[in-house]
């Protein structure tokens, strides 16, 4: 056991270097508007848009559907930062506050905990009219950590180590025929000084020392190899099992930890039984992610049941409670990229029966079965031609997001409380893979692919 606790110390502090690496980098004040790498900006405040698409910016597992602004400031003492907006033609919104120097998220403000300035409506609020011509907002950005009990409107963004304040804002699957900001564009920054002076445009960037220094945190290349070459497991396959499964995302420590054996992985969760987000995760999400292999077949089909959400992809007039406010899954790349291929959301999933069932068959564009289609009631979802982004083609992972489950659903991904009891917890809406071929899932028909 001590060799083992050796081997774990020795790749979480190597974990620990990484993460502290951009914040190193960008430790002392950069100048106003500083952008090293050339990131798309939508004027001086905001970096963004981050998308998946965009080869640029597809780093920290972007969401295909989903679409990122990012903003670095720090706000002078005395002085208020107020970002006014609207509500987009979206199924969900949200401002985050990080850490910088690992994408940890430290508090977050979703679409529907906005108070809805006067005579304006909030559309994401389950009964509200998603129609609603009038639907502005005004939130307060506070450089300190969130008290006890909060402001309404106010997201609490305390500055990072290196003295910036990190903000996220983030739109969820915009309604058909809206732009990637569900049609109502992004928030507009204000600053309003302690002598009672308000800045816009370039004078508040300025005096913000706003700038668009954006580090990709990805795992080094031979820190991977040693982990996929780890002592006991198969380099060809690790760490993706025969018996595919999902686990929740804990910690990065317990993540590269799944590439060693299984006491290995038992002891280092033993050691820290911690739930830190990383990579600009949502506060409002949870996530897990499975390894997978097609060596041990070219078709992963995986199934369960859809947890309700509301639907909105087709500028629905109501918004509608559900079960979550959304769900995804997509295939993504190793932590040395941190890339993301493709991701299906909820209504993208054809669903069958009064418990939802769904079918997702999992493959590389060659091996789609015939019947990997919604006529067949089959969701497919493109496996990345780049395997896990590191050399090895025929590996990668999945990963699924819930987003802020309703109080009485217990079987979100929320209520995971450690690596070993996603199951159970979940039931029948843990998503169960299982390995097959090409040929053999097209041998069950149309009808019979849901089976």
Known sequence: MRVVKSRISICLAALAAIAVFPAAAGAALVPDGYNPKGLPTAGCFWTGPFTAANEQTNTAYPGTHI??????????????????????????????AYESSGGTPTGSLPDREIRPDRGSVNPSVPGHNRKARNRDWTVR??????????????????????????ILYRVYVPDKGRNLSGGTGIPTPELTLADGTVLTGQALCQALNSNHDYASINLPRPLYDSLVNWPGKDPLTN????DFEFIKFFNLGLSMARYRTA??????????PVEKGALYANNDARYMTGALSFRYGNVLVIKGSMPVTPLTRNGQKKTRKGQL???DMCSIESLVTTRTHRCLFDEQVPLKGKKRRYTIVVSKAADRPKNATRECGVAWLAADPDGDGAGRTDSGLLMIRNVIPSPGFKHAVQNVTSPFDAAAVMGRYYPRGKYSTKAEFQKTGCKGATN
Do not use: H, M
């Not at 679409?67 to 005395?78: C, D, I, M, N, V």
């Not at 950005?141 to 990190?166: K, W």
């Open 263 to 272: 006491s290995e992985f038992q002891a280092a969760w033993e050691a820290n």
């Open 325 to 327: 406010a959304e769900w």
């Open 239 to 242: 760490p993706a099992e025969a």
């Open 67 to 96: 679409t990122y602004w990012g903003a670095k400031f720090r706000t002078p003492e005395g002085a208020v930062l107020k970002l006014r907006g609207k509500y987009p033609n979206a199924r969900y919104s949200s401002l985050n």
């Open 141 to 166: 950005v506070i450089g300190s950590p969130a008290p006890a009990i909060a402001t309404p409107n106010t997201l609490y963004a305390a500055p990072s180590p290196e003295a910036y304040q990190d």
